[in-house]
C-alpha cells in the first residue's frame, strides 16, 4: 500500500513536471519580423541562431519583403510586429496618414569607418582626370534609388561641401545591384550606392570609393516597431529589444574598426552568406560593415537633417518632426538592463 501511494506521487509529480515544461514551452511569444534579406539582417538571424530571442521568451519568425516600404501598410495594421525599414521620407508621409510604427533603434548607420554607403564615381571619369572632386560631378548623371531616400539627402549633403545644389546634377533611380551594371555602361557616373554593390562594382573595375565616411553617423535604416505591439504587447517589445542588442554588439565585436575580421567575424560572415545569397567570401575582406549601434541608439541628429532636405525639396505630404516618428523607450530601458556595450578583445 505504501509503495503504491509512493509511485502514485511519483507519477503524479513527474506529470506535474512535464505539464509545466510544456507550458513553458508554449508560454514563447510570437513576434513577427520583417526583413529585406540584406546584410544588416543579420542581427535577427544570429538572434533566432544562437537562442538569444528564445532566452527571452520569444518565438521570432523572420518575413522576407520585397523592399522596406512595403513592410509599412502591415507594421501599421498589426499583420507584422516589427520593420526594418529606412529613415525616409516615407516614414514620415506614413505617420501623416495615421499609421502609427515607431523608429525604436539602428539598424544600418554611418559612423566613421562604417561607410557602408558611400559616394561612388565611374573609374573611368576617376582615371581620365575629368572628375577630381565632387564640384567635377556638376550636370553629370547621379543614380538614386528613389525620391525621398536617405541616400539622397546624403548626395545633397557631399554636393552642398562642394558649393552645389541638389539640382546641379541630374538624378536617374535605379535600384542598388542594378547600379553596377550602369556604371558598366555609363548610364550613370557617380552613386551613393550600398554594400556589397560597392565592393562588387570596384573589384569589377567599373567605380571607385571617391566618398568615404563623408556624412558621419547618418541614421540610414532603423528598426521599426508598430503601433499594437508597442501599446499592447510593451513587455514582449521589450524583451525583444533586449534580445536585438545583445545580438547587435555580437556584430559590433565581429566588425570592430569598420571590418569584417573582429571577434566571431567567420561564424558572422557565414551566416550572412548563408542568408543574402552571397557566395564570394572574398568580398568581406574588403566590404565595409554598416554600422548598428551597439546600444540601440538612433541618431536624432542627422535624421533631423534628413527631413530637413526632404521638407525642402517637396518630398513631405505635410510639416513634420522627427519626435513623430522616434521612440527611444525601448532602447534606453535595454541600455539601463544591459549597462554600455564593451567592446570584446581581439
Do not use: W
Not at 545591384?177 to 562594382?201: H, K, L
Amino acid at each position: 500500500m505504501f509503495r503504491t501511494t509512493i509511485r502514485r506521487l511519483f507519477c503524479a509529480g513527474a506529470f506535474a513536471i512535464a505539464f509545466a515544461a510544456a507550458g513553458t514551452a508554449q508560454a514563447a511569444d510570437k513576434v513577427k519580423v520583417g526583413i529585406n534579406n540584406v546584410v544588416s539582417d543579420v542581427v535577427f538571424h544570429l538572434g533566432l541562431e544562437r537562442g538569444i530571442f528564445a532566452a527571452e521568451g520569444l518565438d521570432v519568425e523572420l518575413i522576407a519583403f520585397d523592399s522596406g516600404p512595403k513592410m509599412v501598410a502591415p507594421l501599421g495594421a498589426g499583420q507584422i510586429d516589427v520593420g526594418a525599414g529606412a529613415s525616409s521620407a516615407g516614414l514620415y508621409n506614413a505617420a501623416a496618414r495615421g499609421i502609427n510604427i515607431k523608429v525604436v533603434a539602428d539598424k544600418g548607420s554611418t559612423p566613421v569607418h562604417y561607410d557602408y554607403m558611400p559616394l561612388m564615381v565611374r573609374k573611368e571619369l576617376v582615371d581620365s582626370g575629368k572628375v577630381k572632386t565632387i564640384a567635377d560631378l556638376k550636370g553629370m548623371r547621379v543614380g538614386s534609388v528613389g525620391p525621398g531616400a536617405a541616400t539622397n539627402a546624403k548626395m545633397a549633403h557631399l554636393l552642398a561641401k562642394a558649393g552645389l545644389g541638389y539640382k546641379d546634377v541630374n538624378h536617374t533611380y535605379i535600384g542598388y545591384p542594378q547600379q553596377i551594371a550602369a556604371f558598366t555602361t555609363g548610364a550613370i557616373d557617380a552613386a551613393i550606392s550600398t554594400e556589397p554593390s560597392v565592393t562588387q562594382a570596384v573589384n569589377n573595375g567599373v567605380a571607385v570609393r571617391f566618398v568615404v565616411d563623408g556624412y558621419p553617423n547618418q541614421q540610414v535604416a532603423v528598426l521599426l516597431y508598430g503601433g499594437d505591439f508597442i501599446a499592447k504587447r510593451r513587455d514582449v517589445a521589450q524583451r525583444f529589444m533586449n534580445a536585438y542588442v545583445k545580438s547587435a554588439r555580437i556584430f559590433n565585436d565581429a566588425t570592430a574598426g569598420g571590418k569584417f575580421d573582429g571577434k566571431g567575424a567567420d561564424e558572422v560572415i557565414k551566416t550572412i552568406m548563408r542568408t543574402t545569397g552571397l557566395k564570394d567570401a572574398e568580398l568581406f575582406k574588403t566590404m565595409i560593415p554598416n554600422g548598428i549601434d551597439p546600444d540601440g541608439k538612433v541618431d536624432t541628429q542627422s535624421m533631423a537633417e534628413d527631413l530637413k532636405f526632404f521638407t525642402e525639396n517637396g518630398y513631405l505630404e505635410r510639416p513634420a518632426k522627427v519626435s513623430d516618428v522616434v521612440d527611444t523607450s525601448f532602447a534606453e530601458n535595454t541600455l539601463k538592463a544591459l549597462g554600455p556595450y564593451k567592446a570584446a578583445q581581439h
